[in-house]
């Protein structure tokens, strides 16, 4: 996995901290660049930077950016769980966009299987899982949750005695407009990767279950988990940023072979 989200954090607000910068588009679509005069230039992807902005860490006004109190806070907060290995939990902050902008989420490593997977290594030293497919899989489960999928493990203490729905619960009249919304891309995203390759989404994005888990449940060789989960986290990323590989400068996707006297059929309407 590329630099986490709080690394890249920790990284703008020092840079901004001694003075605020000019911000221009990168060469590459996806980021940005942060010009402070004799102090350099950093360059930060887009949606860290739009995450930081909408949680009014960073204050843009124009081409111009400076770091707010509360961004401030944060960085010494950041700086001071850095120095600290007292606690227990291994909590990373992260920046997820469900489809209504880019928020700020914090998430435990230990207990988060695709956390895990994101800190593997491949045989050349690149990261097992892109940035794209770490943020495709937590975006899933984001939705998952608001969406109220998950199974409720006790009684509905929050709906009234009076209403009568502590024991149903969970039908469409009670959804509110976001655990709608959040339903509707649940159910968008698992047709666009398919029936093969939804289920091991849901059972370690969605449900926590590690590897072997899965494995086992599924009669899977040992270690093939984590590839299937791969390609599909792959084909989920595809199907939430369906422009990022012609943005990346990768080729477009053959559409047809032809031999060498093909012509296209034309069909007039």
């Not at 920790?10 to 221009?24: A, D, E, N, W, Y």
């Not at 290995?85 to 435990?108: F, H, K, W, Y």
């Not at 895990?116 to 690149?126: C, I, N, P, S, V």
């Not at 939705?143 to 024991?167: C, E, F, H, M």
């Amino acid at each position: 996995m590329q630099a986490s989200f709080r690394e890249v954090t920790l990284r703008v607000l020092k840079f901004l901290q001694k003075g605020p910068g000019q911000v221009s588009p990168a060469a590459q679509t996806n980021k940005v660049l942060i010009e402070a005069g004799e102090r350099g230039t950093v360059s930060v992807g887009r949606v860290p930077f739009d995450c930081l902005v909408a949680e009014q860490m960073l204050m843009l006004n124009g081409n111009c950016v400076s770091v707010t109190p509360k961004g401030e806070r944060m960085m010494r907060e950041m700086d001071a769980a850095r120095a600290s290995d007292a606690s227990p939990r291994d909590i990373e902050t992260i920046c997820v966009d469900a489809g209504e902008g880019p928020q700020l989420a914090q998430i435990n490593l230990a207990e988060s299987p695709l956390a895990q997977l994101a800190r593997l290594r491949t045989k050349t030293g690149a990261a097992f899982l892109t940035a794209r497919e770490f943020e495709a899989g937590e975006r899933l489960r984001a939705d998952y949750t608001r969406g109220q999928l998950l199974p409720r493990l006790g009684a509905n203490w929050i709906a009234s005695v009076a209403s009568g729905k502590r024991a149903g619960g969970g039908g469409a009249a009670e959804l509110t407009d976001v655990a709608l919304g959040a339903r509707m891309r649940v159910e968008k995203a698992i047709v666009a990767v398919g029936p093969e390759l939804s289920g091991v989404l849901i059972d370690v994005c969605c449900f926590l279950k590690g590897m072997e888990t899965v494995e086992a449940e599924r009669a899977w060789p040992v270690r093939s988990g984590k590839v299937v989960l791969k390609t599909a986290l792959a084909a989920l990323a595809r199907h939430y940023w369906p422009g990022a590989a012609q943005q990346s400068g990768k080729p477009a996707q053959m559409l047809h072979w032809g031999a060498q006297d093909y012509r296209p059929s034309l069909h007039v309407r």
